[in-house]
């Protein structure tokens, strides 16, 4: 079977910081997989990597056994952002932004289509936004937000989806209810890779899990990666104290 | 006086008329362009393209070539002029874009002073609304519709790319190409606008509408009526009031932006000043003890 994602050998550089270093991974469809590490330890080069979103300096990155270019095209590669990326005040319904998953199957104005009214309303249910696809997005609480981005990947059709810490400001309960999608949407046969330092979550989320330190230091069921030995050489030695874990 | 007399008066007059329509269009472009520009923070970036077109304008003068044409290139050289200042990292954006853009402005007056031509730097820096020809009319007409037209087919696109770039790329569009659209457009504006009000207020036509119509909705399709609307109100307005009270044009059509603004900025049902001190108030009683 082809790979969702292969990773073979790649390297980032930003100037002088070494982001990513000879880093190789493989995902298959159909599953979720959690890429832990502190900050600074490239995740989010990763995900931004697989989109296409940075240039690698070496390596080569292949979707559904294609460039990134290809696969962007087909509309296969969702992006759901950091929350901190996003301008919350910005003049769009929540059912705007999902209908910007919509944006590449369109004629050049982006008229939408009785199908594309279909699959947006549709993505709506599926992440329980339905009675609020009018409201300006900002109005959101920050669990539906990303489940309103979410949404847009589903109206999308993305095999592909990335998430660059989708649990960072969200509630408990919201927290469940988006780790539910996402193993929904994986048991759909879509690939799933999630970037997070919220280790509490990884158990529930992720068939596999990453730790990322510039290069991956451990891959395999979050059993066998998330032991006190291999977290305390991804995050140094604040293993013991942090509630987080 | 006849009240009706006091708008169909300054009708009688060929310049009066010209003068309207001229700055109506361009009023209502640069409120259009403006939408996306405060929604992306590029209003700084406003400021510079519109001051940088000034060398080109004035060589396109020269050799005889569409004002536009200038524009457009410098306007171009202007944010690839940043850029490279800025990327090496030691001078930050903000001080790439005031560098750049007015020592471009200083080379058109320069340009200016050595041009043997009618140009006048007074209406091109403060602009000539009362002056503008036929000719002058035709090409802001055909410069409008042109950008009028890219910006409403294109405008989900450029909506998406000040939203959120990266899901611009990741479905396979270019945000590279939406934002030099985007450029391009401000360019092209810059020279519309540059007639009615002048080359210094210029940036005032490209962020005063679509600020103060973010101030009145949450939604995009709202703002992209609003704000043509008061903008076209206040050219209409502005030109009225300057030719009774006998005071420059271009300046009373900013001055009226300015005061609908401030009242937005005060007033607006959900964003104004007072409303949010009213919302405060009721907040502060409602979980009172």
């Known amino acids: 079977m082809t790979a969702a994602i292969a990773i073979d050998a790649l390297s980032v550089r930003y100037g002088d910081v070494i982001a990513l270093d000879d880093v190789h991974l493989e995902l298959q469809p159909g599953r979720v997989c959690a890429l832990i590490g502190m900050n600074g330890s490239g995740k989010s080069t990763l995900l931004k990597s697989v989109v296409g979103l940075v240039r690698p300096t070496g390596g080569t990155v292949l979707v559904d056994g294609e460039s990134p270019a290809r696969a962007r095209r087909r509309g296969a590669i969702a992006y759901v952002p950091q929350s901190e990326e996003v301008d919350w005040r910005f003049p769009v319904s929540v059912r705007d932004v999902v209908m910007m998953g919509r944006y590449g199957r369109q004629g ?36 539906q937000r990303k489940r309103a981005f979410v949404a847009r990947g589903i109206a999308q059709d993305a095999g592909i989806l990335l998430l660059d810490e989708p649990f960072a400001g969200v509630d408990k309960p919201s927290e469940a209810t988006i780790v539910r999608l996402l193993r929904d949407l994986a048991a759909e046969g879509r690939t799933v890779l999630v970037t997070t330092h919220d280790l509490a979550a990884v158990g529930a989320l992720a068939d596999e899990a990453v730790l990322l330190l510039q290069r991956v230091l451990v891959h395999g069921t979050p059993a066998e990666v998330l032991t006190p030995e291999n977290l305390s050489r991804a995050f140094g030695l604040e293993t013991d104290g942090k509630g987080a874990l | 006086m006849n009240p009706l007399d006091f708008l169909l008066e300054p009708l009688g007059y060929d310049f009066m008329v010209r003068a309207l329509v001229t700055s109506v269009l361009a009023a209502v472009v640069c409120a259009l362009l403006s939408c996306w520009l405060v929604l992306i923070g590029w209003s700084l970036m406003g400021d510079a393209v519109s001051h940088a077109v000034l060398p080109g304008v004035v060589l396109a003068y020269v050799v005889g070539a569409p004002f536009a044409l200038g524009a457009i290139i410098f306007g171009v050289l202007a944010v690839v002029l940043i850029g490279a200042v800025r990327s090496p990292g030691r001078i930050k954006e903000d001080a790439a874009i005031g560098i750049v853009f007015t020592v471009l402005f200083a080379l058109g007056l320069v340009l200016i002073s050595v041009t043997p031509s009618q140009t006048d730097l007074a209406h091109i820096v403060f602009g000539n609304i009362l002056g503008v020809s ?32 990266t899901h611009a790329h990741a479905i396979g569009l270019s945000p590279r190409l939406l934002g030099a659209i985007l450029l391009g457009l401000l360019a092209v504006t810059a020279v519309v606008a540059l007639q009615v009000v002048g080359v210094v207020l210029v940036v005032a036509l490209l962020i005063i509408p679509g600020a103060t119509a973010f101030l009145l909705t949450e939604r995009f399709g709202r703002m992209l009526v609003i704000a043509p609307v008061t903008a076209a109100g206040s ?38 000043v007072v409303s949010r001190l009213v919302g405060a108030g009721r907040s502060r009683a409602a979980t009172a003890p």
């Open chain 1, 108 to 143: 050049l104005t982006r008229r939408p289509r009785a199908e594309d009214r279909a699959a947006v309303a549709e993505a709506l249910a599926r992440v329980d936004l339905a009675d609020l696809a009018d409201r300006q997005i900002g109005r959101l609480s920050g669990g």
């Open chain 2, 235 to 272: 050219a209409v307005t502005g030109i009225y009031l300057s030719y009774w009270l006998d005071v420059a044009s271009g300046g009373m059509i900013v001055l009226v932006q300015g005061v609908l603004f401030a009242i937005a900025f005060l007033f607006a049902p959900r964003f104004g």
């Open chain 2, 134 to 165: 036929t000719a002058d009319l035709v090409q802001v007409a055909i410069l409008a519709v042109v950008a009028i037209a890219v910006l409403l087919v294109k405008r989900r696109d450029l909506t998406l790319y000040a939203f959120d770039p």
